[in-house]
């Protein structure tokens, strides 16, 4: 018969044991290329306006149709009489912590800074939605009648993309896509023999198209939604041209906010309440301009779904 040993449990064990934490993993971060890639303007005063000369003839045919006494054209380029302002958009949320809990459960992380960092990912999240998608200054809402276009076929072909070249030729700096798009424009592109290429950017490899880089956004909604559910769906493809030197989109931001944590973001302490909870004030103030109604084109109403299940 076998001796019985007895020896430490593991349950036991385990009581005396470190345990390695990780910070707070938050799956709904993304890298917020469109940020990234935009050029910004910082405001003092949280209003931009865009002046713009009155458009028809151009400049040049106005003054050369004009001639002086001597033979040089002579006269003066028109401005628009009452220009856009853009004033800024801000997203806030309050957080609060019970000092009881920042008193005792601080370590190996201070519980404060990680609402916090957790909070300002959240409001990111939310400023790349809005640059998008707000029905005020958002870019789908603000791509000029001229600059739409439909699919030929419903799905993005090559034909398509360069057609938002077409429009967009000044120069263009990036598409914009939902990454479903951009699955779905890599299988059109093969499957007619022109396999995209890729290009590193931020150490991130990503396709392009006449060397154009694609970029993933998923608040390019499909259906609607950030992650759709099922094959197919319809989504709208964007090509932006950025930077005020190129009349192209830029972002604008609010500079020298007190509290000032980023580029537009303030972080301000409210104070510790009566019943022992201390309140922090984000708030992250930007908005978006398109300079020229040439800086962006947008394909609409493209299928994501695949090609070959609708055979």
Known sequence: ???????????????????????????????????????????????????????????????CSQQGKVGIPEGYVDYELQPREYRMNSISTIINVHTRVSDIYNNPYDQIQEQIRLAIESLKEKQESELINNEDYGLLYNVAQSQRIESRTGYPTPDDLDELIAKVWKEPSFFLAHPRAIAAIGRECTRRGVPPATVNLFGSPFLTWRGIPIIPSNKLFVNG???PKGKGGKTNILLIRTGESKQGVIGLFQANLPGEQSRGLSVRFMGIGTNGVGSYLLSLYCSAAILADDAIAMLENVDVGNYYDYQ
């Open 225 to 227: 939604q950030k992650e």
């Open 1 to 63: 018969m076998a001796e019985q040993i007895n020896a430490l449990g593991a349950a036991a064990a385990y009581q005396l044991a470190d345990v390695v934490k990780t910070t707070p993993q938050f799956a709904s971060i993304t890298p917020r290329w469109l940020i990234r890639l935009l050029d910004w303007k910082a405001l003092e005063t949280g209003v931009f306006r865009l002046n713009k000369v009155k458009e028809g003839k151009t400049p040049l045919d106005v003054l």
